[in-house]
């Protein structure tokens, strides 16, 4: 194979990719990566090698894009000049290409922060030999493309077992799965939440992790806050959740708004109110600490900085239409979409929800998962539900099957008209939850924006 | 009314593919007709009654399908042989149809043993067979159209024990070669569609609820007819996919 010169990849790779852009093909986010990558092979270590601040990598079922959103905002507040991927170009040839295109800009970019795939992570890993890897869970998600979690957690093991030791691993102890890649040749700092007020009443029937990685032995939980997370141990082999570096030691839910947060850390304590609500976000948020002070970010930064942080793209992000309130929570997945219902349900009047069921590729062609999702407290807490997308009459049944009546449920597959049938029925003083899986949220969106109503999505960093 | 007593094994271990979608519907389209489903989950270690009118088996993931394969053929293989043979119904999907049968050779030659409640016997192949399925079910006297999703790399052969579940019109089944899907043994079902399988086949369902309340009464119980609308949509739009996306 013939290894092109690296100025003349660079230029055709930027040439293509703008055709493709300029004819507004898509693809606009691999193709140029795709292309260099032919000519040049080597180009994400060249690219990634002469940022002068390295580069941070996260990856996660749950959380990559908010959470690189809070870290991006602690960078930008320490003025270092940052490449970094958009949510949903989260492969290789999407690194590739934010790598490409922050070349490109002057002054160049100091530092990288990309938001990897779980699959794709290894090799990006490889790749970009990162200064600091941050991995904050494992859920179910997407069993038809990516085979089972336990096949994950191997590959990452594997890949931190070849990362060079100067590699920070920042690692959430609450998740069994993801505590136990820690080892001894790395530095690290354990992220969790250690706020007992977390606490759920019992582990979710989405639980995944529940044995030990080391024995396969039952876990114990003294407390779990999310899916399978929260304080753990092994009865059988003393494996245990490792002592926190980052704790969040109170964690304060504001409805369906915000969170405030009460951290622990090696450099101090850090308070801070973030405007994305839910546990997920305190985990988030949490993560994004730890990550900011493994990149020797001040203490005094990270505080404000997470607090000015704005939703990212269809995660909790609020729009208003024609007067009324629209709050897009991405639900693509059994864990995540457990806690976004438990997030509405922080709202204490009754609930208007549109929930969009797609079973594209990106979404999983399979939607077995919504019969894992603890949809059951939102029957009685209901004022009004639209179901939609390709698969609404499946959306439908899971309700059906959760006790509703059938006459409450209204069903409109095509995303416009649920959109407007919603609307319709919504109160004026009421916020409508929508509820999608992730293309059903692009899907969403792209008529929030049609409207006028939502910014597009280049327009999202 | 009357009430139909089911064995949930391993909910904690085998639930991959959102068993318990399977459960709710049993339960509801029971209740809807003035009778109860009683569940009985059973994990690791526990025994089973042999006198049970329906047993259920989920797919698990690997770590904990061996954690099942070995405690099945020590606390519950006995009972299960007894309550085959004696009528019970026995639905065993994905991962548990493998351990229904005599077991699973994986890539690298390694045995996991069943216990061979349908003579069907399975080896890992070298892909996942993953989609839609549409299968052709013929048990209940006028063939009956089935949809589902099928997710494994195991490859299933039959023996002269047990007969196909059904006939696959669309997907892979069993072994992506003699068009067969799942297997039978009395009213013992071993099948690898999932989505989960009864919600969107509510014949099936009334099928094998026909069957418990035979077991469970010693009679036949006639089953009232269901506002079942949103089923048959769903049913529909599953076909539907499979025509779109034309996978075959």
């Given at each position: 194979m013939t290894i092109v010169p690296r100025g003349p990849s660079l230029v055709l790779a930027r040439g293509i990719g703008a055709l493709s852009r300029g004819l507004g093909r898509g693809g606009g986010t691999s193709v140029p990566g795709r292309v260099l990558l032919r000519l040049r092979p080597q180009a994400i270590q060249e690219l990634g090698g002469g940022l002068p601040r390295g580069s941070l990598v996260i990856s996660a079922t749950n959380g990559k894009t908010t959470t690189a959103r809070l870290i991006g905002s602690c960078v930008a507040a320490?003025?270092?000049?940052?490449?970094?991927?958009?949510?949903?170009?989260?492969?290789?040839?999407?690194?590739?290409?934010?790598?490409?295109?922050?070349?490109?800009?002057?002054?160049k970019p100091e530092f990288g922060l990309f938001e990897v795939d779980e699959f794709a992570l290894p090799e990006v890993v490889a790749r970009l030999a990162p200064r600091v890897v941050v991995l904050m869970n494992l859920f179910r998600d997407q069993l038809d493309r990516y085979g089972e979690l336990e096949a994950i957690a191997d590959s990452w093991a594997r890949m931190i077992a070849r990362l060079p030791t100067s590699t920070t691993l920042v690692l959430n102890a609450d998740d069994p799965a993801v505590a136990a890649l820690a080892d001894d040749a790395h530095p690290r700092l354990f992220f969790g939440i250690e706020d007992p007020t977390t606490a759920l009443d019992a582990l979710p029937h989405a639980a995944d992790s529940i044995r030990c990685r080391v024995?396969?032995?039952?876990?114990?939980?003294?407390?779990?806050?999310?899916?399978?997370?929260?304080?753990?141990r092994c009865a059988n082999c003393g494996a245990a959740r490792p002592v926190l570096d980052v704790a969040a030691r109170r964690v304060t839910l504001s409805g369906t708004t915000g969170l405030d947060l009460e951290l622990s850390t090696p450099v101090g304590d850090i308070s801070a109110h973030i405007a994305l609500p839910g546990v997920h976000n305190a985990y988030n948020a949490t993560a994004a600490t730890a990550a900011a002070i493994a990149l020797g970010i001040d203490r005094a930064t990270i505080g404000p900085a997470l607090a000015s942080a704005e939703a990212a793209f269809g995660r909790a992000e609020r729009v208003s239409v024609a007067g009324r309130e629209v709050v897009l929570l991405l639900a693509k997945n059994p864990a995540g979409a457990n806690v976004t219902v438990q997030t509405v349900l922080l709202d204490p009047a009754p609930l208007h929800l549109l929930i969009a069921l797609n079973d594209r590729t990106a979404d999983g062609k399979d939607v077995s998962w919504i019969w894992d999702v603890d949809y059951e407290p939102l029957i009685e807490r209901l004022g009004d539900l639209v179901v939609s997308g390709d698969r609404a009459y499946d959306m439908a049944l899971r309700f059906v099957y959760a006790g509703l009546d059938r006459g409450r449920i209204r069903i409109e597959p095509d995303p416009?008209?649920?959109?407007?049938?919603?609307?319709?029925?919504?109160?004026?003083?009421?916020?409508?939850?929508?509820?999608p899986t992730?293309?059903?949220?692009?899907?969403?969106?792209?008529?929030?924006?049609?409207?006028?109503?939502?910014?597009?999505?280049?327009?999202?960093? | 009314m009357n009430t139909v007593r089911i064995?949930?094994?391993?909910?904690?271990?085998?639930?991959?593919y959102a068993d318990r979608g399977n459960i709710a519907v049993l339960r509801r389209r029971?209740?809807?007709?003035?009778?109860?489903?009683?569940?009985?989950?059973?994990?690791?270690?526990?025994?089973?009654?042999?006198?049970?009118?329906?047993?259920?088996?989920?797919?698990?993931?690997?770590?904990?399908?061996?954690?099942?394969?070995?405690?099945?053929?020590?606390?519950?293989a006995d009972a299960l042989h007894r309550a085959v043979a004696d009528g019970s119904v026995i639905l065993a999907v994905c991962g548990g149809y493998q351990l229904a049968g005599h077991g699973y050779t994986g890539v690298d030659g390694t045995r996991m043993p069943g216990i061979g409640l349908l003579d069907a016997d399975t080896t890992a192949g070298p892909t996942r067979l993953i989609g839609d399925v549409v299968i052709t079910?013929?048990?209940?006297?006028?063939?009956?159209?089935?949809?589902?999703?099928?997710?494994?790399?195991?490859?299933?052969?039959?023996?002269?024990?047990?007969?196909?579940?059904?006939?696959?019109?669309?997907?892979?089944?069993?072994?992506?070669?003699?068009?067969?899907?799942?297997?039978?043994?009395?009213?013992?079902?071993?099948?690898?569609?999932?989505?989960?399988?009864?919600?969107?086949?509510?014949q099936l369902a009334d099928l094998l609820l026909g069957w418990a309340l035979e077991h469970a009464t010693g009679a036949q119980v006639p089953l009232a007819p269901l506002d079942d609308a949103l089923e048959r949509q769903a049913h529909r739009a599953a076909i539907a996919r499979v025509r779109e996306r034309g996978s075959a």
């Open positions: 320490t003025g270092w000049r940052t490449v970094s991927n958009r949510a949903g170009a989260n492969l290789v040839f999407g690194v590739a290409t934010a790598l490409l295109d922050g070349d490109a800009t002057r002054p024995c396969a032995h039952p876990l114990e939980y003294a407390r779990v806050t999310l899916g399978h997370m929260g304080s753990w416009a008209r649920a959109l407007d049938a919603a609307l319709a029925h919504l109160p004026e003083d009421r916020p409508l939850y929508v509820l992730y293309t059903a949220m692009l899907g969403l969106r792209s008529i929030l924006v049609e409207r006028g109503v939502a910014s597009a999505y280049w327009d999202h960093g | 064995c949930h094994l391993y909910p904690g271990e085998l639930n991959i029971l209740e809807w007709r003035g009778h109860r489903l009683d569940v009985h989950e059973v994990g690791v270690g526990a025994r089973i009654p042999d006198d049970a009118d329906m047993y259920y088996l989920g797919g698990g993931q690997d770590r904990d399908q061996i954690v099942v394969a070995g405690d099945l053929a020590t606390t519950k079910v013929e048990v209940a006297g006028a063939p009956l159209t089935v949809v589902g999703f099928e997710n494994h790399a195991g490859r299933t052969t039959l023996g002269p024990g047990s007969v196909p579940f059904g006939t696959v019109r669309h997907g892979h089944g069993n072994n992506d070669m003699d068009g067969t899907e799942g297997a039978m043994t009395n009213r013992a079902i071993g099948t690898y569609l999932h989505g989960p399988l009864l919600p969107k086949n509510p």
